[in-house]
């Protein structure tokens, strides 16, 4: 489904990301850990298509350059970034919101779009599950949400999109044990034979909730190393700076 | 131009059924503005934007006789579908129509005015030719306790008959005590290269309350000047709205005399400019009794090499303790060759007041399109997504929602 071959870059000359290599299959999970400034975030930005890099390598997606691809687009094609610092927006209405994306996306897929009733009916079953109070949806986007909160919208996101390839970028910092779980099992929930995920984050805890099938430990924006679910909590004991 | 002025003022004479009176109160105004000339970017109040270079530059030389024997047919295509409304039907500067069919007819008066009053004289340079040349003068007189059922679209609809004229139109409006008009001046151009000059004063009385919503949103290639002149009695509200986006060049200017105490007054507006189009509006706010508010908000969007321009004065006389006055500007600056120019200025002689002022401007944040558009959003539909959130919130101050609703479909605001 992915294929980054010796990734590189860089923002003004600095180096972010160091012939970064990472291949996932549908259905696999991924989790990439690192310590602070390790390139994480770098890695979820260009996978969806942020300005500001300047890039060497290769991504494939489904088999086509990634680079070919603007951001929009790639969203219609089925990649999904959970953002670490979701924005907010004011004056955009939540619900508003959620229905322009849906269809946008249904649209330059061929999908027939939903009218008013059907997006609802789905936002209010998806929100149930994920214990996101409806009210919220009716607020401008993200205002006055709680980093909690922020991060479940995120999460509802995703399950209303039903994205192919989901990136979560530290989607677990800021939230307490409760929401933690609320998120692990809607990411749960989408897990199925031809969805993937890759899992950014710092700490061991969140890969409790979801399992994953591949670690990675990256460091200076280089994967040093690569196991099974056993490998984090490795990493965990050992800590970034011991850890070679 | 002063031949010119001098000639088309003696025909309008001539045609005309002028008293003695008005004829020579006219003339003084004609020469006031021989004297005057159009207000230029010399005049502080006029230095963001020059309507004698505007006029010069976009329309030349102008015409100031307009024959207005010849009744125009109204094309009630025009006409805002899904309100009831009452109407006052300009075409070309000339009254067509005035219905208020869906009020008592005994709660509203309206007076063909032949006694012009000096009380305007020398305002600027524009009343004055406003003044000189306005060919009939309505009086609409809301009687005490009534508030009218339906709406009032004043519809200022041009063709293409007229091409490099001066139309000046005037309107007077008194609310008596406790009663109540909700006003909708509506504009839709299909001419261009003339200079429409406007001038409304209202006498509000104690109770009253006026809603005034401007809505310039049709693109045309004309010069316009609003003159808004209002004077509050005790108690009464005023509460203005400016949709500033259609024609090439539009300065609205509001002014507001709070006389009576617990008096306030609602200033707010939209600047929606591309093309190089150039807006402004300016206000003064005068508190002149203790205890009276003023509240002002303006937003822009502007791109294009556009430019707008809000000059707020917010003036508190020495008795006006107890004075709430407040403004503040945004702006987002669509790429570099737009500007905005904010002048706030606070005059204040009087030492319990709080009065604040502020402006903002910023380009759109590139992060919340970046957002928008990894949810499958493009970029033009994230960009007017952002755009429409900045601006819902002036819009929500609309306090009548008939007309909240009439301007969000306007501006293509989903609900």
Known sequence: MLKINNL???????????????????????????????GKSTLSNILSGKKGYDVTGEILYENKNLFELETEERAHKGIFLAFQYPLEIPGVNT?????????????????????????????????????????KLNRQLNVGFSGGEKKKNEILQMSILNPKLSILDETDSGLDIDALRIVADGVNSLRKKNNSFLIITHYQRLLDYIKPDFVHVLINGKIIKSGGPELALELEKKGYENFN | MREQLVTDFDKIISDSNFSKKDIELKRISLDKFIEDGFPTKKKED???????????????????????????????????????????????????????KSEDSNKIEIIEESNLSNKFNNINSLINLNNA??????????????SLKKPLIVYHLTSNKIYKKNINLRLDFKLESNSSLRLIDYFEDDSKDNFINIFYNFDLEKDSSLKNYKIDHKDNKNVKYSFNNIDQKENSISETFILSSGSSFFKNEVNCDLNGKYSSAFVNGIFKLEDFKNHEIKTNINHLTENTKSYQLIKSVLGEGSKAAYQGKISVNSIAQKTDGYQLSKCILLDKTSEFNAKPELEIYADDVKCSHGSASGSLNEDSIFYLMSRGINYEQAKELLINGFLLDVIEKITDSETKNLIKNTLGLKE
């Open chain 1, 8 to 38: 590189n870059a860089k923002i003004d000359k600095k180096i972010i990301l160091n012939n970064f290599s990472l291949n996932i299959n549908p259905g696999e999970v991924h989790a990439i850990m690192g310590p602070n400034g390790s």
């Open chain 1, 95 to 135: 619900n508003i919101f959620l229905k322009t994306s849906l269809n946008a996306i249904r649209r330059a897929n061929g999908e027939k779009e939903l009218d008013a009733i059907e997006f609802l009916n789905l936002v209010k079953e998806k929100a149930k599950n994920l214990k996101f109070e409806e009210e």
């Open chain 2, 46 to 100: 006029w230095k963001f934007l020059d309507i004698n270079r505007a006029i010069e530059k976009n329309i030349g030389e102008l015409d100031f006789y307009n024959d207005y024997s010849f009744q125009n047919k109204i094309d009630t295509s025009y006409f805002v579908k899904g309100l009831e409304h009452n109407k006052i039907v300009f075409i070309n500067g000339r009254i067509e129509k005035i219905d208020f």
């Open chain 2, 133 to 146: 040349f306005a060919n009939k003068n309505y009086k609409i007189n809301v009687k005490e306790n009534y």
